[in-house]
């Protein structure tokens, strides 16, 4: 699979920009919500498209 990674890198250029941007406003979003329990949840969907952001950035570079 880290091949799949390394040969296509527009791929995966492309969804670690749609996964930071999306979980960027997603935090944002969440923290405008400060003391609900929604804003919470929707902070934590962001934290995960953050991570999900890292680990396809990470993937092509695995051991």
Do not use: S
């Not at 749609?18 to 979003?29: K, N, P, Y």
């Not at 923290?31 to 804003?39: H, I, M, N, Q, V």
Request: hydrophobic content about 60%; overall charge positive.
């Amino acid at each position: 699979m880290q091949k799949f990674w390394k040969e296509h890198v527009a791929l995966r250029v492309t969804l670690i920009a749609l996964a930071f941007i999306l979980g960027m406003v997603l935090v944002i979003a969440g923290w405008k919500l400060t003391g609900e329990l929604k804003g919470l949840l929707i902070m934590l969907a962001g934290l995960v498209l953050l991570l999900a952001a890292l680990y396809i950035y990470n993937r092509p570079y695995q051991d």
